[in-house]
C-alpha cells in the first residue's frame, strides 16, 4: 500500500499485514549472483521465518539442493507461471542489473499492480538499482518493516494453516487470537514506525496493443485479455530487412507522419536513458508523466524526438509502402515471436497511475535507498546516475 508521506515526489511503503511471499529474481550465467542469492535467501528464513522464498524454476534447479529449507516455485508454462506470480507475490528482489530489473516487471507484465522491487546493483551499469549488495540485511528489513509501529510489532495473533504454492500447509497469523506472533512481532530491534516507512519511487509503464489487419488483438503474452505492460519501450525495428521500414505514426487518433527509418521506439520516462537516449532521444525524469517517440536512424534530418502526455494513445501502423514483409517488436527488450505485417499496428497508451483516499495505484513501486544525513528526496540520486554513471555532458580528455 502506497501513501504520499510529505511535500516530496517519493511515496511511503505501508504493509496493511506482514508480507508473507518474497520472489528472488536473478541475473543469468553469473555464478557469484547465484552464491549471493543463496546467502539473501538463507538471512530471509533465519531472520524471518513466516517468509516464503519464490524463485523462477530455473533458478529453483540450480540452488534447491543447496538450501536447507523449502524454495518454492511454480511448474508449467510461462501463461501458467506468470498468474501465480501475481496471486502470491508480496516482495520482488533482484539481483543484477537494469535488464533483471526488467524481467522482474516482464513476469508481471499482464497484472494491473506490481509489487515493490528491492534491487540490489549487481550488473553492468545499474542506472535503475538503488541498494549495493553488502547494504542486504539492511535493506531487507526496511522494506519489510516499513510502515509497522510498535502496536504492530506487539499485538498477539492467532495461528492458522493455509495452503502454500505446493498445495502443502503454512503456518499463517492472522488477529483475533490469544497467542502467536506476527511476522512482525518476532523480529527483535526497533521498530521503523510510519514515519520511517521505506520511500518508493513509483515508475510509470506503457500499455500496448498489437493489432493485426482485420482489426482484432493479438498480443503473444496476452493469454486472459489483460493488457501487456512495459516497463522501458516498445520498438518496432526493420530487423534483418535490408529495406527501411515505413512506419505511419498516429497521435492521438490523429495521422502525425510517415516515418522511414530503421525503426521507432515509444518509451516511458524510465525507458528514456535505454535505446531511445542511444537515439538521439531526449532524457525525461521518471517523474514527469509522459511518453517519449523517437525514431531510429530516420531517413530524414527534420524528424526530432517527441514528448507527450501519457495518457496520449500512439499507434504505429506498418505502411503498405513498406518493401519487407514484416518489422520486428519488441517489449522491453524482448523480441515478441511474430512481428507485424502490412496493415498491422502497436497501440500503445501511458498506464493510468491514480490517487484514490491518498493512496497510489499502478506503476512499478521500486524502493529507493535512503539518503544519509541529507533531507533530499529522489531527484539528488537521479541526477547523481546521470553524472556518475551516464557521465552526462563530461568534457573531453579528463579521465573517468
Not at 9 to 16: H, K, Q
Not at 188 to 213: F, N, T, W
Not at 264 to 287: E, F, K, Q, R, V
Amino acid at each position: 500500500m502506497l501513501f504520499q508521506s510529505g511535500p516530496g515526489d517519493l511515496l511511503a511503503l505501508d504493509w496493511p499485514s506482514p508480507p508473507r511471499n518474497v520472489l528472488l529474481v536473478k541475473k543469468k550465467g553469473l555464478p557469484s549472483i547465484t552464491e549471493s542469492l543463496i546467502v539473501f535467501a538463507k538471512h530471509i528464513k533465519s531472520s524471518y521465518p513466516s517468509i516464503s522464498v519464490l524463485v523462477e524454476p530455473h533458478v529453483a534447479s540450480e540452488i534447491h539442493e543447496k538450501c536447507d529449507f523449502p524454495i518454492f516455485t511454480t511448474h508449467g508454462s510461462r501463461h501458467e507461471e506468470v498468474p501465480c506470480f501475481h496471486r502470491k507475490v508480496d516482495i520482488a528482489t533482484t539481483l543484477g542489473g537494469d535488464g533483471t530489473i526488467l524481467h522482474a516487471s516482464s513476469l508481471f507484465a499482464t497484472s494491473p499492480t506490481v509489487p515493490p522491487i528491492l534491487s540490489f546493483s549487481m550488473g553492468t551499469l545499474g542506472f535503475l538499482s538503488e541498494w549495493k549488495f553488502e547494504e542486504y540485511k539492511r535493506a531487507f528489513r526496511e522494506i519489510y518493516m516499513s510502515g509497522a509501529g510498535a502496536g504492530d510489532r506487539g499485538h498477539i495473533l492467532e495461528v492458522t494453516e493455509e495452503p502454500r504454492l505446493d498445495g502443502s500447509k503454512e503456518a499463517t497469523v492472522h488477529g483475533g487470537g490469544a497467542s502467536g506472533m506476527t511476522g512482525w512481532s518476532s523480529i527483535r530491534g526497533q521498530c521503523m514506525g510510519s514515519s520511517r516507512a521505506a520511500h518508493v519511487l513509483l515508475r510509470s509503464r506503457l500499455k500496448v496493443k498489437i493489432i493485426d489487419a482485420s482489426g482484432r488483438r493479438m498480443d503473444e503474452n496476452d493469454a486472459n485479455g489483460s493488457n501487456v505492460h512495459a516497463m522501458n519501450d516498445v520498438v518496432i525495428h526493420r530487423g534483418k530487412d535490408p529495406h527501411l521500414a515505413i512506419v505511419e505514426v498516429y497521435v492521438g487518433g490523429r495521422f502525425l507522419t510517415e516515418a522511414v527509418g530503421d525503426g521507432m521506439i515509444i518509451s516511458t520516462p524510465t525507458g528514456s536513458t535505454a535505446y531511445s537516449l542511444s537515439s538521439g532521444g531526449s532524457i525525461i525524469h521518471p517523474l514527469v508523466s509522459s511518453l517519449l517517440l523517437t525514431p531510429i536512424c530516420p531517413r530524414s534530418l527534420s524528424f526530432r524526438p517527441l514528448v507527450l502526455p501519457a495518457n496520449t494513445q500512439v499507434t504505429l501502423r506498418l505502411s503498405e509502402k513498406n518493401r519487407g514483409a514484416e518489422a520486428e517488436v519488441s517489449i522491453d527488450g524482448c523480441r515478441q515471436g511474430q512481428g507485424i505485417g502490412v496493415g498491422m499496428e502497436v497501440q500503445v497508451l501511458g498506464e493510468d497511475i491514480r490517487s484514490q483516499d491518498g493512496k497510489w495505484y499502478g506503476g512499478v513501486p521500486c524502493v529507493m535507498r535512503p539518503n544519509i544525513g541529507s533531507e533530499a528526496d529522489g531527484d539528488d540520486r537521479w541526477v547523481g546516475g546521470l553524472n556518475g554513471l551516464l557521465k552526462f555532458n563530461y568534457p573531453f580528455g579528463e579521465d573517468g
